[in-house]
Nanobody, 128 residues
Framework: QVQLVESGGGLVQPGGSLTLSCVVS???????IGWFRQAPGNEREGVSC????????LYSDSLNGRFSVARDSAKGTIYLQMADLKPEDTAVYYC??????????????????????WGKGTLVTVSS
């Protein structure tokens, strides 16, 4: 079965850095893989999306260049590197994959419902 397992969340001070990992298993391939987050009382929003076909990554405009993604194909792992963290970054962070090729990263980043498989999430808390 398909499994996505996030890790690396925790408590970090404002201005600090944190790297999240997502291990994908039970899946031969996927078209896109992305990171999403949801804060209490907020809708789930897109953070980043990586298109496997062309290797391009898209980011939410609100991040102001503070986040970046990387993929290790051999390990089946994608990373989200976060820097200059702010209290408003506090949320549960999820990784997800799109396997049918119905959408590319542009609509997927705006519409998380288009993703096909989700992890259970990892909590990031930014507080002093």
């Amino acid at each position: 079965q398909v499994q996505l397992v996030e890790s690396g969340g925790g408590l970090v001070q404002p201005g600090g850095s944190l790297t999240l990992s997502c291990v994908v298993s039970g899946l031969l391939d996927y078209y896109s893989i992305g990171w999403f987050r949801q804060a209490p009382g907020n809708e789930r929003e897109g953070v980043s999306c990586l298109s496997v076909r062309d290797g391009r990554s898209l980011y939410s405009d609100s991040l102001n260049g503070r986040f970046s993604v990387a993929r290790d194909s051999a390990k089946g792992t994608i990373y989200l590197q976060m820097a200059d963290l702010k209290p408003e970054d506090t949320a549960v962070y999820y990784c997800a994959v799109e396997v049918q090729g119905d959408y590319d990263c542009v609509p997927l980043l705006r519409s998380p419902a288009g993703m096909d498989h989700w992890g259970k999430g990892t909590l990031v808390t930014v507080s002093s």
